[in-house]
């Protein structure tokens, strides 16, 4: 009777589930890293990652919303008091004053400041070099007296070529990026591809053209070793403005491409804007009423015969 009144599920291994030979296998052969594996915690570090994205993403809307209210409100002080002439930067008591009115953070998007105020450096870079031009073939001069020629047009380059070359491609660019003209970009274009050429006869150096570059430096170098060494760095400037005008000049065509730019809205564009101007308009008219008087004159002629 002792065997019958024995209680069969006090054995605490008989009891317990997780003591049977076939679960106890199961658990020692465990892929190695399976018993860290938690299902939850990469969730959670994908929903981490989603949020800073997300917050990412509205600090930077926030920023390009505040940018937005800030040149609108920038536009609407300028509407109410006038845009005045800022460039050149002179003083109030010079007899001339600005030519020009430029603000990057005003007239150009975003996405295009930092590329035009790249080209506004190009061209001061080019007109230093074209300035200190100046003292190289003065000190060529100075070595060389047949070298006049060079010294006198070094004083033309620069006095022609540091506005000229700020007025037709570098004005014409920032009104591009600031209006988006099509017109504008294909002026810039064409007038930057001869500035490319000027950039490479000036690094060249040729005799009696008022250069510093290679070949006149080499020349300077045989007469004087501090001016052909002066010379030498003078043509490096005069390099470097074409290497940089060639990349920027790839990289200004890129972005043409994205804004959507074409040679028929080009087209357009001149078109209106030659219809658009009183002079042509003025003209057309006198035309016309030459056309109108001549033509009824030739009518009343024709009557009376």
Sequence with gaps: ??????????????????????????????????????????????????QAELLKRQEELERKAAELDRREREMQNLSQHGRKNNWPPLPGNFPVGPCFYQ?????????????????????????????????GCLAWFCVDPTRGVDF?????????????????WYRPLYGAFRSDSSFRF????????????????QAA???????????SSLTGLNKSIPVGIMMIIIAALFTASAVISLVMFKKVHGLYRTTGASFEKAQQEF?????????????????????????????????QM
């Excluded at 080019?126 to 031009?133: C, D, W």
């Excluded at 294909?186 to 006869?201: D, G, K, M, R, S």
């Excluded at 078109?271 to 009343?300: D, H, I, Y």
């Design 205 to 215: 150096g040729f005799h009696n053209w008022g250069n510093c570059g290679w070949i």
């Design 152 to 168: 006198g047009l070094s004083i033309l380059w620069f006095l022609l070529f540091t506005p000229c070359s700020f007025v037709c």
């Design 186 to 201: 294909f002026v810039f274009f064409f007038v930057y591809i001869c500035q490319f050429a000027v950039h490479v006869l």
């Design 103 to 135: 603000d990057f953070s005003v007239d150009i998007p975003v996405e295009f400041q930092k590329t035009v105020k790249i080209m506004y450096y190009l061209w001061m870079f080019h007109a230093v070099t074209l300035f200190l031009n100046i003292f």
């Design 1 to 50: 009777m002792s065997d019958f009144d024995s209680n069969p599920f006090a054995d605490p291994d008989l009891n317990n589930p997780f003591k049977d030979p076939s679960v106890t296998q199961v658990t020692r052969n465990v892929p190695p890293g399976l018993d860290e594996y938690n299902p939850f915690s990469d969730s959670r570090t994908e929903h981490a990652l989603a």
């Design 271 to 303: 078109a209106t804007g030659v219809m658009s101007n009183k002079t042509v308009q003025t003209a057309a008219a006198n035309a016309a009423s030459s056309a109108a008087t001549s033509a009824a004159q030739n009518a009343f002629k024709g009557n």
